[in-house]
């Protein structure tokens, strides 16, 4: 709509060319180091024959690290030539209070004592000693500040536990009546939020993490993790279109930055992982048989059923161990040729059983 287009534009202009009235001091108090949004990207629909029109586009949100979750930093220090003092939120948080975290961002920055004791000596005393976490200069990333992203493409739920047992992700609304989602973020410097039909969450802290997964329904998910360097994102880890159904269990434990990543997978959930999945393009054979198990296990079969299956999955163990035979010894190409036609086979009258 070309008439909201440009009331927007004509308000943005009218904010971007505001000054202070004269006699007016300004201060500006900038919030730094937590992942904010800081545009949207968006791509063309995947799905095949999707129309390409904007109701069908893929959206992605882009974060920064360079705001305080709600505000990016270019925005909140936007007037020139007044006082500016910068918040490092990312180091405010870690810290522990009375034993306990703290996970300060836009919404309540004033409750930081450091802001408080800042707004004080302004009045009063004067800024010649800043508060602790304080500067008149932007902060800089260390050496040490890694941060971690999550992306998640349904129908999974996700949720995020640090070493201590904190939580960031969805919570039970205590509101009977109401239909909106409640979220909490207790891991310091972390955040989840749902966009589209993706979930997105984060953390800055140092400590171990485990993402946790649970199956909303039946179909397939992929999930994607950015390990990022300051701001910079320096490896990203994908798990694609990873079977699941309702209840399904997995997760994934980040330690350090240097130890590979998996993915256990406890199809029905009973505590018992059927397959562990290495990142990359997708799951293999192998994985997909222990996952079919899985899922067997969920489904409503007779005992001759489960008999029948378990029979069908059985030769296909067989055929993935002797592939493993195939050595240079053996004339590999032709060897591999033969097993990939037992398993088609297998796989085949596997589908039929299925059916059945």
């Not at 629909?45 to 992605?60: A, E, Q």
């Not at 306990?100 to 010649?128: C, M, P, W, Y």
């Not at 300051?230 to 990203?236: H, M, P, W, Y």
Request: proline letters at 4%; aromatic letters at 6%.
């Amino acid at each position: 709509n070309q008439a909201l287009l440009n009331n927007a534009s004509s308000i943005q202009n009218s904010l971007d060319s505001w000054v202070p009235p004269a006699g007016i001091k300004v201060i500006q108090i900038v919030g730094w180091g937590l992942d904010t949004i800081r545009g949207i990207r968006y791509d063309d629909c995947d799905i095949p024959l999707c129309p390409n029109n904007l109701s069908n586009l893929d959206r992605d949100p882009v974060f920064t690290l360079d705001g305080d979750k709600t505000v990016v930093v270019p925005s909140a220090n936007a007037i020139q030539g007044v006082d500016t003092y910068y918040l490092n939120l990312r180091d405010y948080n870690q810290e522990l209070f009375l034993n306990a975290r703290r996970n300060r961002d836009h919404v309540d920055i004033f409750e930081v004592d450091s802001i408080q004791e800042l707004v004080k000596s302004i009045i009063i005393d004067g800024t010649d000693n800043l508060p602790k976490h304080i500067t008149t200069t932007k902060p800089i990333f260390t050496d040490n500040d890694r941060s971690l992203r999550f992306r998640v493409y349904s129908p999974v739920f996700l949720d995020v536990y640090d070493s201590s047992g904190n939580h960031t992700g969805l919570v039970p609304n205590f509101d009977p009546n109401s239909d909106l989602r409640s979220v909490e973020a207790n891991i310091p410097n972390s955040y989840y939020l749902e966009f589209g039909e993706a979930k997105y969450s984060g953390s800055g802290s140092p400590d171990d993490i485990t993402i946790v997964l649970t199956g909303e329904a039946v179909g397939t998910f992929t999930l994607e993790i950015d390990e990022l360097s300051g701001d910079v994102v320096s490896v990203t880890t994908i798990f694609k279109d990873i079977p699941v159904v309702e209840n399904t269990h997995g997760v994934v434990e980040i330690k350090n930055e240097s130890a590979p990543l998996s993915l256990s997978l406890d199809i029905d959930n009973d505590g018992i992982s059927d397959a562990v999945i290495e990142p990359g393009l997708g799951v293999n054979t192998e994985e997909v048989v222990n996952i079919l198990r899985g899922i067997m296990k969920t489904l409503n079969l007779t005992d001759k059923q489960k008999t029948r299956l378990n029979k069908v999955l059985n030769r296909i163990d067989k055929v993935l161990a002797k592939e493993g035979g195939c050595d240079e010894k053996k004339k590999q190409e032709k060897c591999e040729n033969r097993i990939k036609h037992r398993l088609s086979n297998t796989l085949e009258r596997l589908h039929k059983t299925l059916e059945r």
